[in-house]
């Protein structure tokens, strides 16, 4: 799954190791030169780095132990808990990111200080556009690859941590941009409001980008169904898999960074003994699975003629 010189294929872990490495490189970078420069713009992009490079700590974390197999204590294994960590990130991007920003945008209004060596400021907010940038190119790929568009992605509301990572990192390059054109600004004009305007721009779309992620990250947590477009393709696989008469419930939840999780209801055929239910099942499951790849486990409740009989399928 990692990207070599043989394959364009890009990994979860790869997505997230750069982002956080880029996120690390700008909090370093912008502090040296917030230092010099006294800007707050630069002051913003360290506070967004200091943010994100958090944030990506976090999902990093969270990938790994969501990855854990299932133990006694939980059974279905901790696919959920990535959605924790998820929400975790969303705050940190609200705490240090914007409040942060925020503050020394109204400092900057309030105590305005001059930028001194300007060109330094510019060219180190320049390659935040570019290291950000980056970083952007690597997340769109992997969530193109995986599910044929970006529209596609978002509405799917699987892969968070890979979509939080690439709003953050989209945020970055956009608050450099409009830092950059501020700084510019400035140099032409000798006006201290861009410098401020522009940290203010910063905190103002750090603010919308966490309030989005804990969003998702509550849905996902709550157990967030699919689209409804997928649960009618489930619902008409078991429809169309003969045996089957009626589908008097179902439910098809992320179950896990990308997995999934099916409980149906079904009515069978009449005149179906065990080990002609027991192949259904079979067919049922590779069925579904051909239409959702993803899809974690199954579980069946099936009603036959004899009465309701509970049987579950868990998928492997």
Do not use: C
């Not at 990535?82 to 705490?95: D, K, R, Y």
């Not at 589908?247 to 179950?255: D, E, P």
């Not at 486990?297 to 309701?308: A, F, K, T």
């Amino acid at each position: 799954m990692l990207v070599t010189t043989m394959s364009s294929e890009v990994s979860s872990r790869r997505v997230l190791l750069v982002s956080f490495l880029v996120d690390v490189f700008d909090v370093v970078s912008n502090l040296v030169v917030m230092l010099i420069t006294g800007s707050a713009v630069v002051f913003a992009e360290m506070a967004q780095g200091l943010a994100d490079s958090t944030g990506s700590a976090l999902l990093v974390i969270g990938d790994r132990r969501s990855r854990r197999p299932a133990d006694a204590r939980h059974p279905f294994g901790y696919a959920r808990e990535a959605f924790f960590w998820a929400l975790l990130s969303a705050v940190a991007m609200l705490i240090f990111g914007a409040g942060l920003s925020a503050w020394r945008a109204y400092e900057q209004f309030i105590n305005p200080q001059a930028i001194e060596h300007t060109w330094l400021a510019m060219g180190v907010v320049a390659l935040a556009v570019l290291t950000n940038g980056y970083s952007v190119s690597l997340s769109l790929k992997k969530l193109v690859r995986e599910h044929g568009s970006l529209r596609r992605a978002f509405r799917w509301m699987s892969e968070p941590l890979i979509k939080s990572a690439l709003l953050r990192d989209a945020i970055g390059t956009f608050t450099s941009v409009v830092g950059l054109l501020a700084l510019i600004l400035y140099q032409l004009f000798d006006l201290i409001f861009f410098d401020a305007f522009g940290a203010l721009v910063a905190a103002v779309m750090m603010t919308a980008a966490s309030l989005i992620l804990m969003t998702q990250a509550r849905e996902l947590i709550a157990g967030r169904a699919l689209p409804e477009d997928k649960v009618a393709l489930v619902r008409r696989t078991f429809l169309s898999t003969p045996g089957v008469d009626a589908v008097n419930g179902l439910a098809a939840v992320h179950a896990g960074v990308s997995s999934i999780l099916i409980d149906v209801d079904l009515d069978l055929a009449e005149g179906l003994d065990t080990q002609q239910i027991e192949a259904l099942l079979d067919i049922l499951e590779e069925r579904v699975r051909e239409s959702l790849p993803n899809t974690e486990r199954i579980r069946v409740e099936l009603n036959s003629p004899g009465g309701p009989r509970p049987l579950r399928r868990k998928g492997s």
